[in-house]
């Protein structure tokens, strides 16, 4: 079993800024990949950014420039810094964790998601 906790959404003024972390723990041998999903009211699920085990990282363009991914894997943590936030990145915010149990076996996880809300 894998548990990811968000953390750090809220309510944010447009230009501001926030900061998501998010948390993976049981049973873990490895993690491949980390990333944040949104979802808007109406919309699907989208890619915001993922990084890999490797450092790599991906962004929609959407935020390229504006949010940064980063992990810390000592504490299985990825983090999304988010800069000059507009009212387009009003959304649900999902971790999402990919790699390996101490099983040998792959996981594939959501967490349970954070809003986050850009308003004046």
């Not at 992990?71 to 990145?89: A, F, I, S």
Request: one cysteine or more; hydrophobic letters at 30%.
């Amino acid at each position: 079993q894998v548990r990811l906790v968000e953390s750090g959404g809220g309510l944010v003024q447009p230009g501001g800024s926030l900061r998501l972390s998010c948390a993976a723990s049981g049973s873990i041998s490895s993690i491949s990949t980390m990333g944040w999903y949104r979802q808007a009211p109406g919309n699907e699920r989208a890619l915001v950014a993922f990084i890999t085990s490797g450092g790599n990282t991906t962004y929609a363009d959407s935020v390229k420039g504006r949010f940064t991914i980063s992990r810390d894997d000592e504490k299985n943590t990825v983090y999304l810094q988010m800069n000059r936030v507009n009212v387009d990145d009003t959304a649900v915010y999902y971790c999402h964790s990919e790699g390996t149990t101490v099983w040998g076996t792959i996981y594939n996880y959501w967490g349970q998601g954070t809003r986050v809300t850009v308003s004046s």
